[in-house]
Nanobody
């Protein structure tokens, strides 16, 4: 069974930054990985993704502010989040982009003054 462990969330003021990490229990180097987020009462939504060839995709609401990257040697995907806004408050999850597996616990990001 594949395990995904997200970390790095927290409370930050508007305009601040956080770096999320997602460590997988298996090799990820050939797989496209993605970050998602979810707020109470809403569906989980895609935030950003990175392919096995390091091509990236960003949803419009994070373009220019978030950066997704990966370290295949560590089976880890990162999400650098800058210029955070209150509307970025959510639980953030990672998963395989095209073939999602069981979701991890996620990591809470709260943007508030």
């Amino acid at each position: 069974q594949v395990h995904l462990a997200e970390s790095g969330g927290g409370l930050v003021e508007p305009g601040g930054s956080l770096r999320l990490s997602c460590k997988a229990s298996i090799d990820i180097w050939r797989n496209a990985m993605a970050w998602y987020r979810q707020t109470p009462g809403n569906q989980r939504e895609l935030v950003a993704a990175i392919t096995g060839g390091d091509s990236t995709h960003y949803e419009d609401f994070v373009k220019g502010r978030f950066t997704v990257s990966r370290d295949n040697a560590e089976n880890t995907v990162y999400l650098q989040m800058n210029d955070l806004k209150p509307e970025d408050t959510a639980v953030y999850y990672c998963n395989f982009w095209l073939s999602p597996v069981d979701w991890g616990q996620g990591t809470q990001v709260t943007v508030s003054s």
